[in-house]
C-alpha cells in the first residue's frame, strides 16, 4: 500500500503564514533541547517535516504561537519511536516516562519533572507556554486527553513487548486506536492556536463527542494506510491492514482495500454529522458569539482531517525505502537513532 493513496476529502484548508518563519526557530529548539542528539537523528528528524504538519493543522496561530504548537509536535512522534523491542527493560522506562508527561499538566506550571530526561523536560516548558490563557476547563480537557493517549501509548508499547503486537480484533483495535492516534487533545489544541473555546455545553453534545471520535477514527485509519509499508518494515503489528490481514486472511491487497472502506465510511459519517451542527446550536439554545466559537471548532475538525492528510502525503516518516543509519535501527526494532529517555 504505497504512502500516496489518495482519499476524496470535501473541504480544503490553509497553511500557515509563519512556516519557515517557525521552522527555522522550531529546528534549533529541537536541537538545543537535546530532542535529537546526533546528526543521522537531526536529519531523520528533518525528513519527518512536522513543521509543514502544524503549519496546516494550526494555520491561524500567530508566529510566536506556531513556534509552541511546532515544538509540542515534535514531543509526541519523538517519543512514540523511543520503543526497542530488544530491550524488555525498555517498556519500564517507557512507562515511567509516560507517566512523568501525564501529571506534568496537574502540577502547577512551570514545575520541574520528577522522572528527568530531554522529553520530560521539554515538555515541562511547552505546557507552561501551551496552557497560558486558557481557561482550567480547556486544561482539564486537554490533559484528561492527552492521558488517555499516553495510557494507551503504555498499553500499546506492553503488547509488543509481550510479543502480542497485532493480537486484537478489527473491532478492538479501533477502539484502541481511537486512543493511540492522539486526536482529542489535538484538536483541543486547534483552540488554544486561535485563542478561543468552544463553549462547554457543545463540547458535551453527543454530537460533538461523535464527530471527534469519528476525526480520530478517520486521521488514524489514513495514518495506518500511509504508514503501513514503513511499520511493516519494523515488523509493527499496530496497524488497521495488518489487523485486517490477520483476522480474515486473504491477499494484503483485500486487506487495504478493506482498511480503505473502513476509512472512507468514517469519514462519510462525520460528515454526515457535522450537517447537523446548526441544529445542535438550535438545541442549546447559543447565542452569536457561542455559535461562532463552534463554529471555529468544528473548522479545527476540519483542519486536523485535511492537514494531517495533506502532510501524510508527502513526509519522509511514512517513507517506504530508507537507507542509512535511521534504516539499521529500524531493522533492529528500533523506531529513532536516538535514545531521549536517557538523562
Given amino acids: 500500500m504505497p504512502q500516496d493513496v489518495r482519499f476524496d476529502l470535501p473541504f480544503e484548508t490553509p497553511v500557515s503564514d509563519h512556516l519557515e518563519y517557525a521552522r527555522e526557530r522550531h529546528l534549533r529548539w529541537v ?12 536529519e531523520e528528524y528533518c525528513s519527518w517535516d512536522l513543521p509543514q504538519a502544524a503549519a496546516r493543522t494550526y ?16 514531543l509526541a ?20 516516562v509516560a507517566r512523568e508527561l501525564i501529571v506534568t499538566p496537574l ?6 519533572p520528577r522522572v528527568v530526561c530531554p522529553i520530560t523536560v521539554a515538555w515541562t516548558e511547552v505546557w507552561e507556554q501551551l496552557s497560558d490563557g486558557m481557561s482550567l476547563t480547556w486544561q482539564t480537557r486537554f490533559a484528561a486527553s492527552w492521558g488517555r493517549f499516553l495510557a494507551a501509548h503504555v498499553e500499546e508499547v506492553d503488547l509488543a513487548a509481550q510479543g502480542l503486537a497485532g493480537s486484537l480484533g478489527p473491532d478492538a483495535y479501533a477502539v484502541f486506536r481511537r486512543r493511540t492516534v492522539g486526536i482529542h487533545h489535538s484538536i483541543d489544541a486547534g483552540e488554544r492556536s486561535r485563542r478561543f473555546e468552544v463553549p462547554a455545553q457543545a ?31 519494523r515488523g509493527d503489528g499496530h496497524n488497521l491492514i495488518a489487523v485486517l490481514h490477520k483476522e480474515r486472511g ?12 473502513m476509512t472512507t465510511d468514517c469519514l462519510a459519517e462525520y460528515l454526515e454529522l457535522e450537517a447537523g451542527v446548526p441544529r445542535m ?4 439554545g447559543l ?13 479545527a475538525i476540519q483542519h486536523w482531517i485535511n492537514g494531517n492528510y495533506e502532510w501524510a502525503l508527502t513526509t519522509g516518516r511514512y517513507a517506504a525505502a530508507k537507507d542509512g543509519p535511521v534504516a539499521t535501527a529500524e531493522r533492529a526494532g528500533r523506531g529513532s537513532v536516538d535514545d531521549l529517555l536517557a538523562v
Fill in 59 to 74: 494555520p491561524y496561530a500567530s508566529a510566536d504561537d506556531m513556534v509552541v504548537l511546532m515544538n509540542w509536535f515534535s
Fill in 250 to 261: 486473504g491477499s494484503w491487497r483485500e486487506a487495504a482495500d478493506a482498511a480503505y472502506r
Fill in 107 to 112: 502540577r502547577p506550571a512551570g514545575s520541574r
Fill in 203 to 233: 463540547m458535551a453534545h453527543p454530537l460533538m463527542e461523535r464527530m471527534r471520535d469519528l476525526a480520530a477514527d478517520t486521521i488514524g485509519f489514513m495514518n495506518d494506510i500511509h504508514s503501513f509499508e514503513r511499520e511493516r518494515r
Fill in 77 to 96: 512522534f519523538l517519543f512514540d519511536d523511543q520503543f526497542d523491542a530488544g530491550r524488555p527493560d525498555r517498556a519500564d522506562r517507557v512507562a515511567e
Fill in 287 to 299: 447565542d452569536e458569539d457561542e455559535r461562532t466559537r463552534v463554529r471555529m471548532g468544528v473548522e
Fill in 281 to 284: 446550536c438550535d438545541e442549546l
Fill in 31 to 42: 536541537w538545543e533541547k537535546g530532542l535529537v542528539r546526533s546528526q543521522a537523528g537531526f
